[in-house]
């Protein structure tokens, strides 16, 4: 079965430092999202991207986030100057259509120090 | 806040017994989808339904969706030990597949 892998799997970084996460969607996918799960809270969503543009973003995604896919198969979320409260699972997930489920990959856990 | 609410936050039950899950929400939806996470892993896609269906089975799955309630349950039939986990209801609010995601419920299922 198709898969939307994540890496790494895990990532410690110094504060202040930037970080890339990395997905590879399925790949006759069109839509591609990222989203994030503090420690026991929420899943919340940070950004959608389709047709190689941000469709929508939150209030979360500020200008330390940005997103794009540099080769038409990777899907890269990067985080400039990272906080402590930037510590999460990162997940990436992608969609063939709005109205059907998506494929989330295994998460990338960034731990801030 | 479109925010969904489940209910209970957590379940424990023994293996053979059915699970049910409850979810809320605020505002008309496009559809609404349970996801699966086992412990520090990824999100599982288990089931979508639409806003206008009512009912919907998958295997030992059924899901149910009360527009007029704003609700919707998971009903796990003949539980297993591996359906512990915990289970997420997620809502499309028309915005274009954004999805909002409740704060889960946490089912535990005892051999």
């Known amino acids: 079965e198709p898969e939307v892998t994540q890496t790494p799997s895990h990532q410690v970084t110094q504060m202040g430092q930037e970080v890339i996460l990395r997905c590879v969607p399925i790949s006759n996918h069109l839509y591609f999202y990222w989203y994030r799960q503090i420690l026991g809270q929420k899943v919340e969503f940070l950004v959608s991207?389709?047709?190689?543009?941000?469709?929508?973003k939150s209030e979360i995604f500020d200008d330390q986030f940005s997103v794009e896919r540099p080769d038409g198969s990777n899907f890269t979320l990067k985080i400039r100057s990272t906080k402590l409260e930037d510590s999460a699972m990162y997940f990436c997930?992608?969609?063939?259509?709005?109205?059907?489920?998506?494929?989330f990959g295994s998460g990338t856990r960034l731990t801030v120090v | 806040s479109q925010q969904g609410e489940e209910d209970p936050q957590a379940l424990s039950i023994q293996e053979g017994e059915n699970a049910t899950m409850n979810c809320s929400y605020k505002t008309s939806i496009n559809n609404l989808q349970w996801y699966r996470q086992n412990s520090g892993r990824g999100l599982v896609h288990l089931i979508l339904i639409r806003s206008n269906e009512r009912e919907k089975h998958s295997g030992r799955l059924r899901v149910t969706l009360d527009t007029s309630k704003k609700s919707s349950s998971l009903l796990i039939t003949a539980s297993r030990a591996a359906d512990t986990a915990s289970y997420f209801c997620a809502t499309d609010y028309n915005q274009g597949g954004k999805l909002i995601f409740g704060q889960g419920t946490e089912l535990s299922v005892k051999p």
């Open positions: 991207f389709y047709n190689n543009e941000i469709s929508e």
């Open positions: 997930a992608s969609g063939t259509e709005i109205n059907y489920g998506y494929t």
